[in-house]
């Protein structure tokens, strides 16, 4: 089964910034829609930033508008969440998923294919 492998999270002081990068494993997914989601503990998996495989249109949770920015770069086959002046409630596992969707329910959590996640934690 196609799979995604998240790199690049870890521990950060609020105010802080992480780049988060996403690749496939074994396979190419710059034809897919990518979003990337996360999951505090006790919470639902929720949707963060998506960029779509049609035009490159991105989609961002309110919550992180302005602060997180997603990108791709399809000649490393990879897609990356770029998150600045982070808090601590952006703490959780963070996870991207890879689907045929073209632009619509971006952020909802039913993608295909996804990665095993990688942590996030913003603490002083």
């Known amino acids: 089964q196609a799979q995604l492998v998240e790199s690049g999270g870890g521990l950060v002081q609020p105010g802080g910034s992480l780049r988060l990068a996403c690749t496939p494993s074994?396979?190419?997914?710059?034809?897919?829609?990518i979003g990337w989601f996360r999951q505090a503990p006790g919470k639902m998996r929720e949707g963060v930033a998506a960029i779509s495989r049609v035009d490159g249109t991105t989609e961002y949770a309110g919550s992180v508008k302005g602060r997180f920015t997603i990108s791709r770069d399809n000649a490393k086959n990879t897609v990356y969440l770029e998150m600045k002046s982070l808090k601590s409630e952006d703490s959780g596992v963070y996870y991207c998923g890879a689907d045929l969707r073209a632009r619509s329910l971006l952020l909802h959590p039913t993608y295909r294919y996804w990665g095993q996640g990688t942590q996030v934690t913003v603490s002083s």
């Open positions: 074994g396979w190419n997914f710059n034809d897919y829609t």
